[in-house]
Every structure is written in structure tokens, then in C-alpha cells.
């Protein structure tokens, strides 16, 4: 079956530490994304990227870093730089950046100790 | 700035209609999505629209006024699993998806 495997689902981590989340996809879509998920707010894009090896800046960017060196893989490092880090992280993907619908993983979940 | 508007709670009766309104400002329209989310878990796609009108796919419809900068997804035949958050999100000049906070419908049986 296609779709997006993020792991893991919940990571604990001290404060001072990065850590990485997975993102896989089997969808042949181009475009990934990661967004933060807070109480009381709308989906906020930390990075997306439209093709293997580029990958830009969106709203919340700061703190974090991503690679795409494949083209199924876009994972997401929450570096000690990063505030508040705990939140639940969604990856997504697209057949293309401007085709609306986003097929999201299951999510992941950080809490910082 | 940009800004989606959508009620932050609803509450519905099992077999009932309810009506989840959206009303949104962006810098440009590319498209208006709806998504489904239960509680701890990712988002599924509903609907898009981009011309105003209704679009209607089974139990669930979608309408948009770009004038209004409005929009509501309509639930008919209301059934206990569509207790889950309902969010609005637009895409703007840029194809950027806007996304708002949600409303979450709880369904009462």
C-alpha cells in the first residue's frame, strides 16, 4: 500500500539534545512538507521541498534543518536552537507544490523534558 | 496578513445536518480544501474548490463564495465517526496552503 510512514510516533527528549524525525513516502510524489501542529492553531509549514536535494524556508523554519538527498525521504531535525519544541509534527506530500491535496503520515509527537 | 476564521467548537446530534463555516483573507486564491482530522491522528482530505459553488460528494458537501471570502462544508446523516476536527486551509497567490485552527464537532447521540 502507497502512503507516508513518520516514526517514531512519540519521542521524549532533554533539553539541549536534536533529534531527527522520519519521513518516508512510496507515493512517487515530488513535493514534502513538515508542519507543527499546536493546540488552537492551524497548521504551521516548517520546510517543504519540491525536488531531491532543494528544499526552502516556511513560516517557523528556525530551529529546525531537513535534507532530501532521496526522493522518498524528507527528514525533519529539531535542533537545541528551537524554543518550544514540543508539538505534534506532520509530514506531508504532494504530486507538486500548488496541487492541493496533501496526503499526511500519521505524526509525530516530541515532548521536551 | 493573512487569516482563516473557522468556529473553534460545534456540537451535533447523531442522524442530524450541521454546517461548518469558514470565512477566509489572503493575499490571492488558488483554492479552498477541507480536511478531516481525528483526535491523534493526520489529516485526510475531504474536499477542494476553487469556482463558487456547491460540490457534493456523498454525506458531504462543500461551497464556496470568492466574493465573501466564504465557505462551509455541510455534514448530512450525521454518524458518530464524524466526531473529529474539521480545518479549512486556503491556498494563496503563492500556492502556499493557509490553514485554520479548526473546528471540532463533537456528535451526541
Known amino acids: 500500500d502507497g502512503g507516508i510512514t513518520q516514526s517514531p510516533k512519540y519521542l521524549f527528549r532533554k533539553e539541549g539534545q536534536n533529534v531527527t524525525l522520519s519521513c518516508e513516502q512510496n507515493l512517487n510524489h515530488d513535493a514534502m512538507y513538515w508542519y507543527r501542529q499546536d493546540p488552537g492553531q492551524g497548521l504551521r509549514l516548517i520546510y517543504y521541498s519540491q525536488i531531491v536535494n532543494d528544499f526552502q524556508k516556511g513560516d517557523i523554519a528556525e530551529g529546525y534543518s531537513v535534507s532530501r538527498e532521496k526522493k522518498e525521504s524528507f527528514p525533519l531535525t529539531v535542533t537545541s536552537a528551537q524554543k518550544n519544541p514540543t508539538a505534534f509534527y506532520l509530514c506531508a506530500s504532494s504530486t507538486d507544490v500548488g496541487t492541493g491535496e496533501l496526503f499526511f503520515g500519521e505524526g509525530s509527537r516530541l515532548t521536551v523534558l | ?109
Open chain 2, 1 to 109: 496578513g493573512q487569516n482563516i476564521d473557522q468556529p473553534t467548537e460545534m456540537t451535533a446530534t447523531e442522524g442530524a445536518i450541521v454546517q461548518i463555516n469558514c470565512t477566509y483573507q489572503t493575499s490571492g486564491f488558488n483554492g479552498l480544501f477541507w480536511y478531516q482530522q481525528h483526535a491523534g491522528e493526520a489529516p485526510t482530505f475531504l474536499s477542494y474548490n476553487v469556482l463558487d459553488g456547491l460540490e457534493e460528494k456523498g454525506r458531504f458537501s462543500s461551497f464556496l463564495s470568492r466574493s465573501k471570502g466564504y465557505s462551509y462544508l455541510l455534514l448530512k446523516e450525521l454518524q458518530m465517526k464524524d466526531s473529529a476536527s474539521y480545518l479549512c486551509a486556503v491556498a494563496d497567490s503563492n500556492y502556499q496552503l493557509i490553514w485554520g485552527a479548526g473546528t471540532k464537532l463533537i456528535i451526541k447521540p
